[in-house]
C-alpha cells in the first residue's frame, strides 16, 4: 500500500474517525483505524468498538492499494502535527511509513484479518436539513440522563411519523420534546428508535455543519442501528434496547396559571442569584401581578433576590427548581420570551417559547420541569 | 505541643441517671441504688456510687446486682427528667462559655480560652461551675481542665466522684505515666485485656510500646490513635457544630432462629427510630449499612449505597431487611443475636427534587410519586409524635412489638446523638 494525500485532508479525517475510539479497547485491534486505499483513488478510513463505528472515505493519489490498520489515536496526533506538505504513506515490511516534507514516522501495524466486520449503512430512511437536526438535538439532549446506571434515560427516544421527527428525552427531573421535519424516503415512513444521547450529539456536532445529513433505522432485523450519512462521513451506532416508559403523557393537559418573562434578562438574573445556592439548594421564583421575584439562601446561610417583569395570567404561585436545570431549559429555548405553564407548586412546570411579550407560544419545543419540595 | 494554659475542660456528671432519682426522691439519697432492671430480672442501667462501692455496674443483670447488693433499691427510670436536667446543666455551661461541645447528654467539653480573662484561670472556672450545677440544679458533677481533650477527660474521670483536676502545662507525663490504659478514651474491655496480654497496664507502659507494635495487636487505625493518645498528642479542637457523619441504632435480642416476621419487626423499630433522628435534622443519608450478630459473637455487616440520599422510615425498612437477609442467608443456618442499623454518607435534605411520574416507580427514591408519598407520612407522624409524645403513632410491626428490656426513651438518650 502506498498513497498520497493532502495533509489537511488526512488530519481532518483521521481526526474524526478515530473519536468514538475507546481509551481502553475491549481488544487491541479495536485502537486502531483500518485504512484501505483502493485503485480509484479513495482513501476509506474505518473506526469500531462493537457499538458505534465510523468511516470516512477522501481522495488520494493511490500509486499501491491495499489495507493497513495501525493506532488510531496515534496517527490522529501526528497528522494533525504535521507541516502543510502532501503527506506520503506507506506500507513497508509490517511497518507504516508516514513522510512528510523533512518530517519522517514509523508506526507498527496490526493485523488487518482479526479486525472485525463493520456493520453496513441502513438503507436511507430519510433525509434531515443538518442545522436543523443540530438545533433540536442540543435542545434535547440538555434533558438526557449522563448515569449509566440507567441506561434507558441515557438516550433520545426518536419517533417518526411521515415527515414528523419527535424527539424525546428525560432523566426523571426534566422532560425535552422537540419536534421538527424532514423528507422522508417513502411517504408514510413510520419509526420509532432509542439512540444514545452521547451519540446524537456526536453525530449533530460533526456531520451537522451545513447542507443535508442522511439517517438510516434498521431496526427488528437482531442488529437494531442507527446511521448518519454527510459529505462522505458515516456512522453508525446500535440502539439502545429496552422499553422507554410513556412520557408524553406527563405534559399536562390544561395550565390555570402561566407567566412570560423575557428570557435573556431572566437568565441572567438566575445565574446571578443561584451564586448563593449551593449544590442541591434551590433557586425560587414568585410571580405576581407584573413581576417575577428570584430568590436562593435562607437562615443563616447567604442570600440574593432580584426581581424582573413579567405576565402573569391566574393566581399567584411560587416554586422552586436546582438552579442548573433551570438554567439549561432557558438555554435550550433559543427565543426572546419564555412562558411558564403551571398546575401547582408542586408539580412539573412547562417551558414554551414565545417571539413576543402577548404572542403565542411555540410547542415545537417543550421543556417540562419537575420542582424542588421543601421539606418540614 | 507548645501550647496555652489548661484551657480545656471536661465536665462529666456523675452517676447521671441514679443522681438524678436521687434528687427527685430524698429518701434514695445516701443509699445504694440501681436504674431499670429488678431482682429477679432485666438489666440495671444505672447504679449510684453507694450501688457502685458493692461492685453493682451498669449493664449488669438485675438478679446479679441484687446478690452483690442485698440492700439495693431498684428505681424506674424518669427519662424526661434525664433531658429536662441534662440540658439544664448544658445551660449552665454556655453561661461560662459559648464553646461547649456537648458530646453526650451528661458530659461536654469546653474551651474557656476566652473565659479565663472574664472568671479568672481554668481551675477557679471549673470549680465554679461545679459550685453552680450543685446549687442550681442540684447535681454532683465532676470538671478536669488540661491542654488536649483527651487529657481533660481522663483528668475528669480521676476527679469522680464530685471532683476537680487540673493537669498542669508540663506535668502531663508524670500525671498520664501510672494510670490504667482503661482511662484512654476508646479503650474498651477487650482492648485493655490485649494490651494487658502484653503487659501492658498503664498508660506510661503503653506510651514506652512502639506505635508500630500497639498497631500490630489492635489494627491499624485504633493503635495509631492510641499511641498518639498516650503520648498526649490531641490536635482535636473544641467544637460546637458538632455534625454526626452517621446516624445508627441496633437491638441485643435473646439468642433466636431468624424469622421473617421477627426479622422485620425488629428492623421496623431500628429504622423508625434512625429515620426520626435524621429527619428531626433534616439530614439524609446515601449508605445504609446492617449488622447481624451471630451466636458465637461473630459479627457480619453488609452495606448498600444508593444513587439518592433516603430518610423514609419504610424505604429505610426494606433496604435494611435486604441487606440483614443476604448477611443470614450466607451465614445459615445461623441463629442471631443482635441486629444494627446504621446510615452514614449524610447530607442535608431541606428540599427533595420531586421526579416525573416514570414506570416503572422507585419508591425508595425521595421524589418519586410513592416515595415523596412516604416522606409526607413520615413528617404527618413526627408532628404527631411531638405533639403527643412518642407512642402515639407507629408503624404496625413496631406498634405490636413488645417494650424490650430497655426502653426506647433510654436508648435515645444513650445514643447520645444531640
Redesign the interface.
Known sequence: MKFRVERDVLADAVTWTARTLPTRPPAPVLAGVRIEADAQGVINLASFDYETSARSEIPAEVAEPGTVLVSGRLLAEISRALPNKPVDVALEGNKVIVTCGASRFTLLTMPVDEYPALPGLPEVSGTVSGDAFTHAVAQVTVAASRDDTLPLLTGVRVEIEGERITLLSTDRYRLALRELTWTPATPGFSAVALVRARTLNDVAKSLGSGGLVNVGLSTGQGLDLVGFEAGGRQTTSQLVEGDYPAVRRLFPDSTPIHAVVATAPLIEAAKRVSLVAERNTPIRLSFSDGQVVLDAGHGDDAQASEALEAVLVGEDIAVAFNPQFLLDGLGALGTDFVRLSFTHPNKPVEFTGQGSLDGEDDSAYRYLLVPIRFTG | MSGPGTTVLHADLDAFYASVEQLLDPALRGRPIAVGGGPRGGVVLAASYEAKAHGVQGGMPGWRAARLCPELVFVRGHFREYQRLGDAVMAVLTDVTPTVERISIDEAFLDVSGATHLFGPPATIGARIRERVRAEVGLPISVGAARTKHLAKIASQVAKPDGLVVVAPGAERAFLDPLPVGLIWGVGPVNQQRLADLGIRTIGELARTPSTAVEHILGHAVGHKLSAMAQDEDPRRVVTTHRARSVGAQSALSRRRPEPDDVRAVLAHLSDRVSRRL?AK?RAGRTVTVAVRLAGMTRVTRSLTL?VSVAATLTLTEIAERLAWSAIEDAAPCEITLLGISVSNL?????????????PTDPWRP?SAQG?AR?AVD?SM?AIRTRFGGDAVGYLPVVLRDGGAVPDEFRELAEHDL
Open positions: 429527619r433534616g444513587p447530607s442535608d435534605q431541606r428540599a427533595i427534587q420531586l421526579e416525573l411520574d416514570l414506570e421524589g415523596a416522606s413528617a413526627d
